[in-house]
């Protein structure tokens, strides 16, 4: 019997190429899988082989867990109950009890041959994988075998195969047996089950590849693939840098009358292809590859690797493309997040910060640093201010409680005197914020901040503006608004 088991292990590790050892590991979880079928509950079963005699011996066993972890008493067992097996017990261990062996004429049970078919199977793939791992993100030709619902297999030539997920093709591709592909090889990790070799035409290396078969000066590195971004079977931006100034990165990528270039986007169902400069400057890239898109400032955030991106409300569209596409494949490239805004409400921005700056400085008699450090901290306001804890203010670098009580009293101060010059301006004029049903002092002392003085300051702005300005809902914005601009009407 125990010469069965060496016969088999030599004749299948012949038969297959494989290591003995890799058969004597499927032939014990096959034994052991088989073994388990003896008890209706759960089980943890070893079985161990002499790899000299072929006699084998199996083991029961229960890992020694606490309250908390105890599952099940077919898998588990307490420690106090450990401890009465075996006194050294202790959490993490386990205790063990030899079992009759199961007879191996028995393998032949089917629990145990899918075992060590399963286990075969996985060799012969991962002995497969290693002979293709030199060539693993490299372009390789194969023939379609099979068809599924979820996957292609794909004959790669000497008996290797591999896995194409639908997933991994292009929208809109169609395959049948027999037909030949190309695609980017890879390899791909199964849950308990060993890796395989995949297949992908949706990932960037199938671009960088296909470029590198068309483009000379790539495969003699002459120019350099620096990034690739892709929405497959859609479009893709690819940027360049030459090794030789005398060389033209973009012009030898798209080729004679775009020749080069063509052949790629054919291959790839005529997806559309930017071909870009590189640049180590992020700003500069970024430049470079949302043209024709034309931007009209950038402001990089380093720390957080955002850039706030300006255009024209014209190019806006076309910088932030269909469904966001031509600005998330910018963000690919560079590496950062895009914000793109129209640059005229940047600048209604900055002149209501700026606003917001002046009027702390020269109302709290701060620097322009510590009042734009307020303003990063959410203290915009005199109104934010005047309410603060002492303890938040405190808090900020610079200041302590005896300067955070100063800037609270000022606070207070500056808006008691505008409240004395809104009431003193809503004696003598009729374009008076309070003039305006629905403003009252509160109101008026917020909007007097944000450089909003008169009534007509109110009447001119837009909705959005207001709310940006002080919170509160659209509808009651439009009202408010409505009512500044009432005497127009009436002068009509």
């Known amino acids: 019997m125990q010469n069965d088991i060496l016969l088999v292990a030599e004749s299948v590790s012949g038969e297959k190429g494989l290591s003995q ?57 307490l420690v106090e109950e450990a401890k009465k097996k075996d006194p050294n017990s202790e959490l993490g261990s386990r205790i063990e009890e030899k079992i009759e062996n199961i007879e191996f004429g028995r393998i032949a049970a089917q629990a145990a041959k899918q075992v060590i078919v399963q286990k075969v199977r996985e060799a012969e793939r991962a002995k497969i994988v290693d002979q293709y791992r030199s060539v ?35 929208p809109g591709e169609v395959y049948r047996i027999g037909d030949r592909l190309r695609a980017v090889l890879q390899e791909e990790e199964r849950e308990n089950r060993g890796s395989q070799l995949a297949l992908s035409r949706r990932c960037p290396e199938m671009v960088k590849e296909l470029f590198r078969l068309e483009v000379p000066e790539i495969a003699e590195q002459v120019i350099e693939v620096k990034a690739i971004a892709r929405d497959a079977g859609l479009r893709t931006k690819i940027a360049v840098k030459t090794n030789d100034n005398r060389i033209d990165p973009v012009g030898a990528c798209v080729g004679m009358r775009g020749s080069r270039v063509q052949a790629v ?20 890239l970024l430049i470079n590859a949302m043209g024709p898109a034309e931007i009209d400032s950038i402001v990089l955030d380093e720390e957080k690797q955002v850039m706030e991106v300006a255009v024209s409300e014209d190019s806006l569209a076309q910088a932030i493309g269909r469904n966001g596409q031509n600005v ?37 008699d701060v620097d322009k640093d510590m009042a734009n450090v307020l303003i990063s ?25 005896e300067i955070a009580v100063l800037l609270i009293n000022r606070a207070k101060e500056a808006l008691l005197t505008l409240a004395m010059e809104i009431s003193s301006d809503n004696e003598n004029e009729e374009n008076d914020l309070l003039s305006v049903e629905g403003v009252d002092m509160s109101l008026a002392l917020l909007l007097n901040q944000k450089g909003i003085k008169t009534r007509d300051d109110l009447a001119e702005l837009s909705v959005d503006e207001l709310c940006d300005y002080v919170e509160m809902e659209e509808e009651i914005a439009g009202i408010l608004i409505m009512k500044a601009r009432e005497h127009w009407f009436n002068e009509d």
């Open 265 to 284: 986007s054919s291959e790839l169902g005529n997806e559309r292809i930017d071909i870009v400069v590189w640049d180590d400057d992020p700003a500069k």
């Open 21 to 77: 050892d890799i058969i004597f590991d499927a032939i014990e979880s096959g034994l052991a899988s088989a073994t388990k079928r003896r008890y209706t509950e759960p089980s943890n079963i070893e079985v161990s082989i002499d790899k000299s005699t072929g006699e084998y011996k199996s083991l029961r066993f229960w890992e020694v867990v606490d309250e908390e972890n105890f599952e099940d008493p077919g898998l588990h067992m």
């Open 377 to 401: 901290l959410g203290f915009s306001s005199l109104n934010l201010i005047s309410s603060a804890k002492v303890s938040d203010l405190s808090k900020i670098e610079g200041l302590d409680e």
């Open 328 to 364: 998330r494949l910018c963000s690919q490239i560079t590496g950062w997040k895009l914000n793109v805004v129209d640059k005229d409400l940047v600048k209604e921005g900055e002149e209501a910060s700026s606003i917001s700056l002046s009027n702390l400085m020269d109302n709290l």
């Open 136 to 170: 693993l993100g490299e372009l390789v030709n194969g023939t379609v075998k099979k068809v599924t619902r979820e996957f292609l297999i794909v004959d790669l030539g000497d008996g290797a195969e591999a896995v194409l997920p639908r997933t991994e093709l292009i």
